[in-house]
């Protein structure tokens, strides 16, 4: 095959990591129907089908998962290295993808972005907010963020903020109409601000422990939201009791808005980590990047 050609494995290989021509001609920044046909062009060239159209999905057939999983891996190769080559400039450059949940995007990330990107021009970040446990290397990312004991064995994994804490809390108005609860069992009388993550499918259960006791609560409520910033108006606006990382609620606590309730049953847990695969060569932005959002106590 011509050395021109590689162009064509290339696009074929993200096609059928999306799974979708139209996600994959996003990421390629080409059309969906010019991308449809370079690999049509590759198919014809092997004279063997790699992918099954259906209006719906794109599946690779039995040729095209072998023929992925031996380029796949080549085209890593080549784009570390390629990367790596950044370190001979005066100063890293180079796309860093992360995938996060919003309250370590908007507590952590953010602010560490704000003081670091103006010295660093020629860096670029994209955060994506997703409250599943995004598989990083098949999804096309450099890092995640998760809480520390969510992070695979497999990862090297960097701790990038303190141990954490949650809050329940309401509004004033809220508990004149209903008594606070006393212990997490009276929880199932309120109407509770829930939320739903992708990964389980159910609603988010509220992890409560006291004195060695463990409860995990499932209080029905009105409300189901995947936003952080949703659940804490919606607390503010009096229409439930919320379950908030508690650096979100403390300044909203301190000026009399909320109500916290069961604080005793709300123990720290490992803060969040930023990982990465440890078989795969950081780029220097990805290495700078890590070094700026290394959590170190003070």
């Not at 784009?79 to 001979?88: C, D, I, T």
């Not at 503010?236 to 508690?246: C, F, H, K, N, Q």
């Not at 979100?248 to 709300?266: F, H, K, N, S």
Request: charged share 25%; glycine share 6%.
């Amino acid at each position: 095959m011509q050395m021109e050609n590689f162009n064509d494995l290339a696009a074929f290989a993200v096609v059928a990591r999306e799974r979708s021509f139209t996600r994959a001609a996003a990421k390629l920044r080409v059309s969906p129907s010019a991308l449809s046909q370079t690999v049509r062009n590759l198919e014809e060239r092997l004279g063997l089908r790699l992918l099954t159209r259906t209006t719906r999905s794109v599946a690779s057939t039995e040729a095209g998962e072998r023929l992925l999983r031996t380029i796949a891996p080549r085209f890593e190769e080549i784009e570390a290295e390629l990367a790596a080559l950044s370190a001979l400039r005066d100063k890293p450059a180079g796309t860093v993808r992360i995938t996060a949940g919003e309250h370590p995007a908007v507590s952590i990330l953010q602010p560490a972005l704000k003081r670091f990107l103006p010295d660093y021009p020629d860096i670029q970040v994209e955060i994506i907010i997703d409250y599943g446990l995004t598989d990083i290397v098949a999804e096309g990312f450099d890092a995640g963020v998760r809480m520390g004991e969510q992070v695979a064995k497999d990862m090297i994994a960097v701790p990038i903020g303190p141990q954490m804490r949650m809050a329940v809390v309401a509004s004033p108005a809220y508990f004149e109409r209903n008594p606070p609860p006393q212990n997490p069992q009276d929880m199932t009388s309120h109407n509770c601000i829930n939320t739903r993550l992708p990964t389980y499918g159910g609603v988010f259960s509220w992890g409560l422990e006291k004195n060695g006791r463990e409860v995990k609560v499932r209080a029905d409520g009105q409300l189901i939201y995947n936003s952080l910033s949703m659940r804490l108006s919606s607390a503010l606006d009096g229409l439930g009791v919320a379950y908030m990382p508690e650096d979100q609620v403390l300044p909203y606590v301190a000026d009399g808005r909320l109500v916290r309730v069961l604080e005793d049953w709300c123990p720290y847990f490992p803060g969040y980590h930023l990982y990465y695969p440890s078989r795969r060569q950081q780029s220097p932005a990805l290495a700078l990047l890590v070094d700026v959002l290394r959590y170190r106590s003070r």
